[in-house]
């Protein structure tokens, strides 16, 4: 890849184009796989609403908001304490292992 392509694909991906000659390759690289999952969720999100309108419009009679967003009412309730530690705990006994044991 040349210069240029790197720095139109930098811009195609929406970034500033004043911001590419700051960047080093990891950091170049890392943002654009950051575009490409953006990309990726957001075609997902236009699919997903596709979908949906699709099925609701097959519907004999369209649900009630409330029953088609699962019923639900208000905010969710907070996680637990313990609930909140043990994934804490999980992930910080998963960043101590060595990379060997990550497997």
Same mark, same amino acid.
């Given at each position: 890849? =040349?210069?240029? $392509? &790197?720095?139109? %694909? #930098?811009?195609? %991906?929406?970034?500033? @184009?004043?911001?590419?000659?700051? &960047?080093?390759?990891?950091?170049?690289?890392? %943002?654009? *796989?950051?575009?490409?999952?953006?990309? *990726?969720?957001?075609?997902?999100?236009?699919?997903?609403? %596709? !979908? #949906?309108?699709?099925?609701? *419009?097959?519907? @004999?009679?369209? +649900? $009630?908001? *409330?029953?088609?967003?699962?019923?639900? $009412?208000? @905010?969710?309730? +907070?996680? @637990?304490?313990?609930?909140?530690?043990?994934?804490?705990?999980?992930?910080? =006994?998963? !960043?101590?292992?060595?990379?060997?044991?990550?497997?």
């Amino acid at each position: 890849m =040349t210069l240029e $392509s &790197l720095f139109e %694909a #930098h811009v195609a %991906a929406g970034f500033d @184009p004043a911001a590419f000659q700051d &960047l080093s390759l990891k950091e170049y690289g890392l %943002a654009m *796989r950051g575009a490409r999952a953006r990309i *990726r969720a957001e075609q997902e999100a236009r699919a997903w609403l %596709a !979908w #949906h309108v699709e099925a609701l *419009r097959r519907c @004999p009679s369209l +649900p $009630s908001f *409330r029953s088609f967003l699962g019923g639900r $009412s208000g @905010p969710e309730a +907070p996680q @637990p304490a313990t609930e909140m530690q043990a994934m804490f705990d999980t992930v910080a =006994t998963a !960043w101590a292992r060595s990379p060997a044991a990550r497997g």
